[in-house]
């Protein structure tokens, strides 16, 4: 995929864009603080209409105005897409080519960008709800089974929470919604062993070129059950196990929604033994391997680097910046600095202006 045009009203600094991008290495460049983030965030945006920065759509519109507006094209192979988002406080309106859309799960579909931001870092070192976020998205943009099965089981799951929550709590309707998680579990489970395999086989790759050295590395899933035949029959018995625990807590205690996986980083455990720099590489090599899982050309993401280089000494930069052109088919790096001739270089200037030189 790569994104030809992207237009912005009233989004966050802009008042107004109008920008053409290349494809391959698109650079950012401008002070801290001139919006350069906000640029990065409009592209990503055309992918889940949600932002990596905040869970508020209202920041998004500049003070004042009732709403902000992004335009963009998009090209792939032979294929155009003209995407309009009209962003709200508290809703939305997309279209592409003007027809709506109504399922938010269509657009990763459309327009596919993968971000990396400095907030990513210290992803092995944070909550597993942040690293199950990371696996959900990565993995519902790949497969709408997992989307959809992942939607019912956090139906199931609020509303059993809710349940439990009940001053005379129905166990016989929390036995009931348990073991429909139960069958859920067992789809996602499968999925995320077989996307967490298919990441190892590339990971190695990827993160030794960004070190330009041999190195190690794999991710290790810990599912609430063993991910095997006897599945089915295990995640029932984890819920059943858990029910008079959960009655007492008032929460669901077990199931996908608890489950984590760990980085193995030459062996040992990156979250205990990793560096910051180590983190660092490591973290933009997992959120760039995807990227290598997608066999069709046409379809490859559009990658988003925001503020990728500004700890990197030269030698990684240029590293970085050899794995981009050499790998990925258009990437935006945002940066402080011209590190790059034969880039296209994107000018952002205090106040919300843009504009593209060679």
Same mark, same amino acid.
């Given at each position: 995929?790569?994104?030809?045009?992207?237009?912005? =009203?009233?989004?966050?600094?802009?008042?107004?864009?109008?920008?053409?991008?290349?494809?391959?290495? /698109?650079?950012?460049?401008?002070?801290?603080?001139?919006?350069?983030?906000?640029?990065?965030?409009? *592209?990503?945006?055309?992918?889940?209409?949600?932002?990596?920065?905040? =869970?508020?759509?209202?920041?998004? !519109?500049?003070?004042?105005?009732?709403?902000?507006?992004? /335009?963009?094209?998009?090209?792939?192979?032979?294929?155009?897409?003209?995407?309009?988002?009209? !962003?709200?406080?508290?809703?939305?309106?997309?279209?592409?080519?003007?027809?709506?859309? &109504?399922?938010?799960?269509?657009?990763?579909?459309?327009?596919?960008?993968?971000?990396?931001?400095?907030?990513?870092?210290?992803?092995?070192?944070?909550?597993?709800?942040?690293?199950?976020?990371?696996?959900?998205?990565?993995?519902?943009?790949?497969?709408?089974?997992?989307?959809?099965?992942?939607?019912?089981?956090?139906?199931?799951?609020?509303?059993? /929470?809710?349940?439990? +929550?009940?001053? @005379?709590?129905?166990?016989?309707?929390?036995?009931?919604?348990?073991?429909?998680?139960?069958?859920?579990? *067992? =789809?996602?489970?499968?999925?995320?062993?077989?996307?967490?395999?298919?990441? @190892?086989?590339?990971?190695?790759?990827?993160?030794?070129?960004?070190?330009?050295?041999? $190195?190690?590395?794999?991710?290790?899933?810990?599912?609430?059950? +063993?991910?095997?035949?006897?599945?089915? +029959?295990?995640? +029932?018995?984890?819920?059943?196990?858990?029910?008079?625990?959960?009655?007492?807590?008032?929460?669901?205690?077990?199931?996908?929604?608890?489950?984590? #996986?760990?980085?193995?980083?030459?062996?040992?455990?990156?979250?205990?033994?990793?560096?910051?720099?180590?983190?660092?590489?490591?973290?933009?090599?997992?959120?760039? $391997?995807?990227? #290598?899982? %997608?066999?069709?050309?046409?379809?490859?993401?559009?990658?988003?680097?925001?503020?990728?280089?500004?700890?990197?000494?030269?030698?990684?930069?240029?590293?970085?910046?050899?794995?981009?052109?050499? @790998?990925?088919?258009?990437?935006?790096?945002?940066?402080? /600095? =011209?590190?790059?001739?034969?880039?296209?270089? %994107?000018?952002?200037?205090?106040?919300? !202006?843009? !504009? &593209? &030189?060679?």
């Amino acid at each position: 995929m790569i994104l030809t045009h992207l237009g912005l =009203t009233h989004f966050r600094s802009y008042s107004s864009l109008s920008l053409d991008l290349a494809p391959g290495l /698109n650079l950012i460049l401008g002070p801290n603080g001139a919006g350069k983030s906000n640029l990065a965030e409009a *592209v990503y945006y055309l992918s889940l209409a949600r932002s990596w920065r905040s =869970t508020e759509d209202g920041v998004l !519109i500049q003070s004042g105005e009732r709403s902000a507006l992004i /335009n963009a094209e998009v090209s792939e192979g032979s294929l155009h897409r003209h995407i309009t988002m009209e !962003i709200f406080p508290q809703n939305k309106r997309i279209a592409v080519n003007g027809k709506g859309v &109504r399922r938010l799960s269509e657009l990763s579909r459309l327009t596919n960008v993968i971000v990396f931001s400095p907030s990513d870092v210290p992803l092995f070192q944070g909550s597993p709800g942040e690293r199950r976020s990371f696996l959900d998205i990565s993995l519902s943009k790949r497969s709408l089974d997992y989307f959809q099965t992942l939607q019912a089981y956090n139906r199931l799951l609020k509303e059993r /929470n809710a349940a439990l +929550k009940e001053e @005379n709590p129905d166990v016989a309707l929390i036995k009931v919604l348990g073991e429909q998680m139960a069958e859920k579990s *067992v =789809t996602l489970l499968r999925l995320r062993a077989l996307y967490i395999g298919q990441i @190892n086989q590339s990971l190695p790759k990827v993160i030794s070129e960004l070190r330009d050295e041999p $190195t190690e590395a794999s991710l290790v899933y810990h599912p609430f059950v +063993k991910v095997n035949e006897e599945a089915p +029959k295990a995640a +029932k018995a984890a819920f059943a196990r858990s029910l008079d625990s959960d009655l007492r807590h008032r929460v669901t205690s077990v199931g996908p929604h608890r489950e984590d #996986f760990s980085f193995l980083f030459r062996g040992r455990d990156l979250a205990s033994y990793g560096s910051q720099g180590e983190n660092r590489v490591a973290v933009l090599a997992l959120k760039l $391997t995807p990227y #290598f899982l %997608i066999d069709d050309p046409d379809k490859k993401p559009i990658c988003v680097l925001d503020d990728a280089m500004s700890e990197l000494d030269e030698a990684r930069q240029k590293r970085l910046l050899s794995f981009v052109r050499g @790998n990925l088919s258009q990437t935006l790096i945002t940066t402080t /600095n =011209t590190i790059q001739s034969g880039a296209a270089i %994107i000018d952002v200037a205090p106040g919300g !202006i843009a !504009i &593209r &030189r060679s």
